[in-house]
């Protein structure tokens, strides 16, 4: 997490705490955490931490006996982080694919900064960084 933009720690820093509260994981969240701690830098904030939260768990449940195996194995030992990153990067499809599909269903709705950009000569024309056209300034 030292690694993260802040936001994006802040963020994780929810959505574990939301896992940590979850009585599914009682018995599994040794797995969870290695898997989460791999996905961690494409893990975009974009849903509620408890919805990803959701779809953490529902991942989990789903994908247990595999996390397990991988968790178990060598593999793990001789380089955790390679190790989990095929299952970080089912992880991050998952959450990708709900974002995804809430942003088609207008169940969410991304605030996209506007840039607005003026001139002085009241000239409507695209200008730099837009044009590579010569620019007559009068």
């Known amino acids: 997490m030292r690694e993260l933009p802040a936001e994006r720690a802040a963020y994780l820093s929810r ?3 939301n896992l940590s509260r979850d ?18 830098k494409g893990i975009e ?7 990803c ?10 994908h ?5 195996h991988t968790l178990y194995s060598a593999a793990y030992l001789r ?11 089912r992880l991050q499809a998952d959450i990708s ?10 169940q969410l709705v991304l605030d996209e900064p506007k840039v607005w950009r003026f001139r002085a000569d009241g000239r409507d024309e ?5 044009g590579d056209e010569e620019q007559d300034l009068d």
């Open 15 to 17: 959505v574990a705490d």
């Open 45 to 51: 904030p974009v849903l509620e931490p408890a919805q």
């Open 97 to 106: 694919t709900a974002i995804l599909d809430r942003l088609a269903n207008g």
């Open 53 to 62: 939260a959701g779809l953490v768990t529902g991942f989990l449940c789903a």
């Open 126 to 130: 695209a200008v730099f960084p837009y």
């Open 79 to 89: 380089d955790g982080m390679r190790a989990m990153s095929p299952w970080a990067a």
């Open 64 to 68: 247990a006996e595999g996390i397990a």
């Open 23 to 40: 009585p599914v994981l009682d018995e599994r969240s040794h797995l969870l955490y290695p898997v989460l701690a791999a996905a961690a």
